[in-house]
């Protein structure tokens, strides 16, 4: 005979404490739809990174902005000044804005404007969308192309439309799901080395999404669905460094280099200036560009770009209650200044108008 379990027999949900729907992608983008301009700018520079990473063009990729964005109006102030920045440096360097909604945790904390946009515990996401992608549209509208990391496989059916340049973090390099996911995507692609620096981990995560896949998926209308990709060939190595420590040197730079090559990889290799490069000390971040550089202008080809964690003001602070949030500081990982920022990328056209051809 059938009976309905018990409380104390539930098969499901035992630890779900609430449930809420979303509005679908579709709706997030008809409520803010992809401008001219913007899709204009975000076309232009994937193009840009593809004719990059495939030889075509000896510009150097930029990455430049805060290790999150939890203020939309500070990011965009940001952005505006950046834009004028990149313009300046644009025949030698491509500049992205690295526009991060999403944060991994390596155990908890605040995981994000799109999780928890009001910096408070309330997870309000149905707002965190349409804040994250409003802010997207604007700065790819400013003629400002955005880079971000993808970290949830369904986020990108709300965003991927407005990303020039996208990132598989270290502590999801190795996931299938995210290779892919990768698969997929429409915009060029850096994979993180993982934490612990494993530079083979990131190589073969390359590997692994520049063939075919087929996966499960949500489509734009918030259905489940089935997915077929071609593969994603416009991939490459970001050094980030690990717990064995930094791995920007010239000798891990060729070491990188020579596994790709064996592989038959494109060599095309991302140094990030921050993280474990750095050893989570923003100043040290002009150190790593600098020697980065220095490897491009002695002629290292395989170094194609840098990135840089960089706001308004340098430094970080905590998130306190409502309202005492500031708008131009970090809240997470430490920043450099704007002074820095601009002090460094002008440094770093100059040295290279002086590489070797």
């Known amino acids: 005979m059938n009976r309905k379990p018990k409380d104390a027999e539930r098969l499901e949900d035992v630890h779900i404490s609430s449930f809420s729907t979303l509005p679908t992608p579709a709706e997030v983008k008809r409520d803010y739809p992809v401008s001219a301009a913007a899709a204009a700018t975000t076309a232009a520079a994937r193009q840009a990174i593809r004719q990059v990473l495939r030889r075509e063009s000896n510009r150097f990729v930029m990455v430049a902005g805060p290790c ?50 009001d910096l408070d515990g309330s997870c309000d996401i149905a707002k965190g969308l349409h804040l994250a992608r409003r802010l997207m549209l604007d700065i790819a509208g400013l003629g400002l192309p955005v880079g971000t990391e993808v970290l949830d496989p369904v986020i990108p059916q709300y965003l991927a439309d407005l990303i020039a340049w996208g990132v598989i973090g270290a502590r999801t390099t190795e996931s299938q799901t995210h290779r892919q996911l990768v698969s997929g995507l429409s915009m060029p692609t850096g994979f993180k080395n ?102 491009v202008a002695a002629g290292e080809r395989a170094i194609v770009g840098a990135m840089l964690e960089s706001y308004l003001r340098p430094g970080r602070q905590d998130i306190g209650a409502r309202g005492t949030v500031k708008p131009d500081i970090s809240v997470t990982d430490e920043c450099i200044g ?20």
């Open 68 to 117: 999150s964005v939890h203020h939309p109006g500070g990011a965009l102030d940001y952005a505006r000044r950046l834009k004028s920045l990149a313009g300046a440096v644009a025949d030698r360097m491509l500049v992205v804005m690295r526009v991060y909604v999403e944060k991994p945790r390596t155990t908890v904390g605040w995981k994000g404007l799109i999780y928890d946009p």
């Open 338 to 357: 704007w002074e820095e920022t601009e002090s460094l990328v002008r440094k770093a056209y100059e040295t290279l108008g002086k590489r070797k051809r």
């Open 194 to 295: 993982p934490t612990d620096g494993n530079i083979r981990v990131a190589i073969e995560a390359i590997t692994t999404a520049a063939a075919p896949h087929s996966f499960l998926g949500v489509t734009s209308e918030g259905r489940s669905g089935f997915f077929r990709t071609t593969g994603n060939r416009d991939c490459h190595l970001i050094l980030r460094g690990g717990t064995s420590g930094p791995n920007y040197g010239a000798e891990h730079v060729a070491y990188g280099r020579v596994m790709m090559e064996k592989l038959g990889i494109p060599a095309n290799i991302m140094i990030d200036c921050s993280h474990a490069n750095s050893g989570k000390s923003a100043e040290r971040q002009a150190d790593v560009l600098a020697d980065a550089l220095k490897q």
